[in-house]
Antibody
Framework: EVQLVESGGGLVQPGGSLRLSCAAS????????MDWVRQAPGKGLEWVGR??????????EYAASVKGRFSISRDDSKNSMYLQMNSLKIDDTAVYYC?????????WGQGTLVTVSS | DIQMTQSPASLSASVGDRVTITCRAS??????LTWYQQKPETAPKSLIY???SLQGGVPSRFSGSGSGTEFTLTISSLQPEDFATYYC?????????FGPGTKVDIK
């Protein structure tokens, strides 16, 4: 069974930084593209970014709203993905989901809440 | 960016009703579309991928159709557990984008 577990969310001040982690199990993590998707309170879903697999050199893509501030990385030896978030803004407040990228997003974690507030 | 729209924004239906939700893309996306179901306080769940392929474990009352710019999600006989919000999403090109959602509630 595919399992994705996010951690690292919390309260941070505007301009601050936070690093989210995603621990994967139940599948061959290194083979898969992985993504982050977020959902602001009471709002819809927004794709944040993607990291490809080793075969594609772990290249990344980002939404315009986070490009230059957020960075996605992975450690295939630990079956883990990370989201480094810098220069956080109030508008970044959301539940952040770790998702497996396959024909859309076929598996989702439970999400971790990031609140940006002073 | 490819803009995704959904209609209706919300609907009220009864158990046993046939429900259809429409999703439109601002430009052609072939069949690169997924439908998700989200219940309150839970993560979305993939229902349909590649516009018409049923995700494993999803009941056969859910079906998807369409290609290009217009897509539909149909629930053939609405069940109590189907009351939720439904989103479409394109994965034809970056940035991947979602529709605004359709909330299905009890009449």
């Amino acid at each position: 069974e595919v399992q994705l577990v996010e951690s690292g969310g919390g309260l941070v001040q505007p301009g601050g930084s936070l690093r989210l982690s995603c621990a994967a199990s139940g599948f061959t993590f290194s083979d898969h593209y992985m993504d982050w998707v977020r959902q602001a309170p009471g709002k819809g879903l927004e794709w944040v970014g993607r990291i490809r697999n080793k075969a594609k050199s772990h290249t990344t893509e980002y939404a315009a709203s986070v490009k230059g501030r957020f960075s996605i990385s992975r450690d295939d030896s630990k079956n883990s993905m990370y989201l480094q978030m810098n220069s956080l803004k109030i508008d970044d407040t959301a539940v952040y989901y770790c998702v497996r990228g396959f024909s859309g997003f076929d598996s989702w974690g439970q999400g971790t809440l990031v609140t940006v507030s002073s | 960016d490819i803009q995704m729209t959904q209609s209706p924004a919300s609907l009220s239906a009864s158990v046993g009703d046939r429900v259809t939700i429409t999703c439109r893309a601002s430009q052609g996306i072939s069949g690169s579309l997924t439908w998700y179901q989200q219940k309150p306080e839970t993560a979305p769940k993939s229902l349909i991928y590649d516009a018409s392929s049923l995700q494993g474990g999803v009941p056969s009352r859910f079906s998807g159709s369409g290609s290009g710019t217009e897509f539909t999600l149909t629930i053939s006989s609405l069940q109590p557990e189907d009351f939720a919000t439904y989103y479409c999403q394109q994965y034809k090109s970056y940035p991947y984008t979602f529709g605004p959602g359709t909330k299905v509630d009890i009449k």
